[in-house]
Structure formats: structure tokens, C-alpha cells
């Protein structure tokens, strides 16, 4: 069974999202996605859906990605957000990439979406492994400090070269 890509576009024109969905699909991502409209079907589609990733355009009658960005923030901060617009500048959509928005994708440039798409999930999968390790590492060393602290008699510590310290 092949994983797929769980996909929440955020976007008012069906026609943009036929068309993304179109562009991923001769990508070559394998996917399953929900669309919401509106600031309200987003929420819940986050909530319910749990997406790997948001592809969300900027301008909405009622809010906009910037908006959107922080409330996927708040529910999800680990999930990547690509903004794909037709309507925001590069000045802008730079300012948002430094507030923490992951990427961005011009309308008109859709060829670069798959490759933004498929960066945006490695770093993603990257960023969870670091968690990961790095709360492994606490605990690893929790024991260790347990285990050196309540020792009555001393431990013998051996490297791979054989240099052995008494702690």
C-alpha cells in the first residue's frame, strides 16, 4: 500500500484547486486532500483532516494567508504552509517566508510547485527526526546522570580505543 500525501488546500476558486491538484498529480505526488473556502471550513479541516501540508492562497473575501498561516500556527506549527497566489509580490511574500511561512508559489509559475511541494515535506521530516533524536538524547542522559549519581562505588568508563576513566 503507497502512503499518500495528506493534502489541505485553502483556496475560494475550484479552478485553482483542479489545477493544483492537476499539477501534483503530474508530478508525480500521490495524494488525498480537502479543500476548504473559508477561515471556518480551515479550522475545521485542520482539526479533523490533520494535513502534512497546506497549500493556501492569500486573498480570501473575509481573511487572508497571513491569517491563515497564524492559525495553522497555533493548531498545527509543524505542518508546512506553501502559499501559492496570484496576487502578493515577491517584497511580500519574502516578508512572510521570514515570519515563518515555508514557502511560495506564483500562480503563474506552477512548474516550481512540486519541487517546493516535495522540499517542503523532506524538511518537514527532517525537523520531526531532530524532535526526535533530541528528546531521546534528554532521556539517554537522564539515565546516564541517574545511573552516575547514585553509584556508591565509582564506574569505569571504556572508549573504543581502550582509554578507560573512573568517574
Known amino acids: 500500500m503507497e502512503i499518500k500525501t495528506k493534502i489541505l488546500f485553502l ?11 492537476y499539477t501534483l498529480k503530474t508530478g508525480g505526488i500521490q495524494f488525498i486532500s480537502e479543500w476548504a473556502r473559508n477561515e471556518q471550513e480551515y479550522i475545521l479541516a485542520m482539526e479533523r483532516f490533520k494535513p502534512d501540508i497546506i497549500l493556501a492562497d492569500f486573498s480570501f473575501p473575509t481573511f487572508n494567508g497571513h ?11 509543524d505542518v508546512p504552509f506553501l502559499l501559492v497566489t496570484g496576487t502578493v509580490g515577491e517584497e511580500k511574500s519574502v516578508e512572510l517566508i521570514k515570519s515563518g511561512v515555508t514557502d511560495f508559489v506564483f500562480k503563474d509559475k506552477l512548474f516550481t510547485l512540486v519541487s517546493k511541494f516535495n ?3 523532506k524538511e518537514a ?8 533524536m533530541e528528546a531521546e538524547l534528554i532521556v539517554s542522559e537522564k539515565k546516564y546522570r541517574q545511573i552516575v549519581e547514585t553509584a556508591h562505588e565509582g564506574i569505569w568508563l571504556s572508549d573504543k580505543d581502550g582509554l578507560t576513566t573512573f568517574v
Open 119 to 121: 522540499r517542503a515535506l
Open 67 to 77: 491569517q491563515a498561516f497564524q492559525l495553522k500556527q497555533k493548531l498545527l506549527p
Open 125 to 132: 521530516g527532517e525537523k520531526r527526526l531532530k524532535k526526535i
Open 11 to 21: 483556496e475560494h476558486d475550484e479552478n485553482d484547486v483542479t489545477l493544483l491538484q
